[in-house]
């Protein structure tokens, strides 16, 4: 038995409709988007269009200009921070961020540009809005918070440190890498000014899609500049969005795959799906409890968290273990510090790191049931 | 014949879709030669529906860069 449990890496397997979507694009379509006006060309810019319009309607945007197309989380992170962020601003941010924000802001910091606080999380990732608060100066530009932990899950009390972020007059940034498409976002009333999120994650579709949602008003200079296919007689990057922000060829059949996977999600719900993933994420949190030698980090079993669970076998190492899960049961896992060393650091696993679990809409309870044993299997053998 | 030209193919996707949706006729052209602006795509409308898609297009939020009648 083959059982993907990486999801939080990338989602798989796909939708039906998001295979079909992409190889259509591939082999009927084709063309470069917002380049040239013959009928595949504006099909292809069609398909942005129709992914802006969906990205907007997920996360309760204003509207879909106020969507930019990126080509990763990373990509739009970087985008966000380094677009924003002037000399001499101070960043607050938390000990759960992925190096998609701390490796950024760290750059920045050590070339003398800005300066950033790290407002630790407790043992579970829990982050408290107060300390947040605390941490925030008169030269704080910005607030960039983890919205679900890529290690283990836990929920960031986002709305809340909106309304700080608001009150205090400070941009907030939310990376919704984890939580995009499995998880209620509505930026509006969480107080969002910059949103960044991933196309191959919970949105279902492929790598090389990813984005913004800007607050109308926030303004970035433009990390990426080049070719837009609009004002070409200028050498310098349009001021508008959202060529401002997107020089360079589209990953256009990309698009074309999460336009398919936003339809999917939101025909069947994102609070649905929110629900059926956390159901299954509660069997297997039960289910590790009963085995001997297991010890699972974040919140505790009852408190709602996203589809992530982290664990190590006391006496072994989490290598050997997901090497051995992989061998032996075939379960894919990943194992090590989840690019977010900080938070590891909170967890009380740096630096060996955990095994972790992720899960999707596609993850079953007979591939729950399967990993539960086999992981009994596999204790018994190890220690 | 009118032409509407835009700053950016997002605006002229967006403008087709908006006055479609509304049954008119707009068809997405190349920009003709003896117009000069910055986006490539223009929006062909008979000049009946003019003032009626530019109501609808200031009503979306999309910036038209010229209007342009056209023998």
């Known amino acids: 038995m083959k059982v993907y449990l990486d999801n939080s890496a990338t989602s798989w397997p796909k939708p039906e409709v998001v295979y079909q979507a992409v190889d259509r694009f591939a082999r009927e379509i084709g063309a470069n988007p917002g380049r040239s006006s013959y009928e595949s060309a504006l099909e292809s810019g069609r398909v942005l269009l129709e992914a802006r319009t969906l990205l907007a309607e997920l996360f309760h945007a204003p509207n879909p200009s106020s969507i930019v197309l990126a080509f ?258 075939g379960i894919m896992t990943r194992t090590g510090l989840h690019c977010a060393p900080h938070a590891h650091k909170s967890l009380g696993t740096f630096p060996e790191g955990t095994v972790r679990l992720s899960l999707s809409h596609f993850t079953t309870e007979e591939e729950i049931d399967y990993t539960l044993k086999s992981l009994a299997d596999l204790v018994s053998i190890l220690t | 014949m009118v032409v509407l030209t835009f700053y950016s193919t997002y605006f002229a996707l967006t403008a087709e879709k908006v006055v479609r949706a509304a049954g008119l006729s707009g068809k997405l052209i190349p920009v003709p030669r003896q117009i000069s602006t910055s986006c490539g795509t223009a929006l062909r409308l008979e000049e009946a529906e003019v003032d009626t898609a530019l109501q609808l297009l200031h009503g979306a939020g999309v910036e038209v860069s010229g209007v342009h009648h056209l023998p």
């Open chain 1, 72 to 329: 990763n989380a990373t990509d739009a992170l970087n985008m966000a921070i380094k677009g924003l962020l002037e000399p001499g601003d101070h960043v607050v941010t938390t000990s759960m961020e992925h190096n998609s924000v701390l490796r950024p802001l760290t750059g920045l910091a050590r070339r003398g540009i800005i300066d950033f606080t790290i407002v630790p999380a407790d043992n579970q990732g829990r982050i408290d809005p107060e300390q947040v608060a605390a941490a925030i100066k008169d030269n704080t530009r910005l607030i960039a918070v983890n919205h679900v932990s890529n290690v283990v899950g836990t929920i960031a009390p986002v709305k809340e440190i909106g309304q700080i972020a608001r009150d205090r007059g400070v941009t907030f940034l939310v990376d919704a890498a984890q939580s995009a498409g499995n998880t209620v976002i509505d930026v509006q009333e969480m107080n969002i000014d910059i949103l960044a999120f991933t196309g191959h994650k919970a949105l279902l579709g492929f790598q090389g899609t990813g984005g913004l949602y800007l607050r109308p008003g926030i303004v970035l200079k433009p990390w990426r500049e080049g070719g837009t296919g609009s004002l070409s007689e200028l050498d310098t990057q349009p001021e508008f969005l959202p060529d401002r922000l997107e020089a360079g060829t589209h990953n256009a059949h990309g698009w074309a795959g999460v336009v398919a996977g936003i339809k999917y999600i939101l025909a069947i719900g994102v609070e649905e799906i929110n629900a059926q993933e956390w159901a299954l994420t509660q069997r297997l949190l039960a289910g590790l409890a009963e085995i001997p030698k297991i010890q699972v980090y974040g919140p505790d079993s009852s408190v709602r968290r996203g589809p992530i669970v982290s664990f190590n076998i006391s006496g072994a190492d989490g290598g050997q273990v997901g090497y051995e899960l992989a061998e032996r049961y």
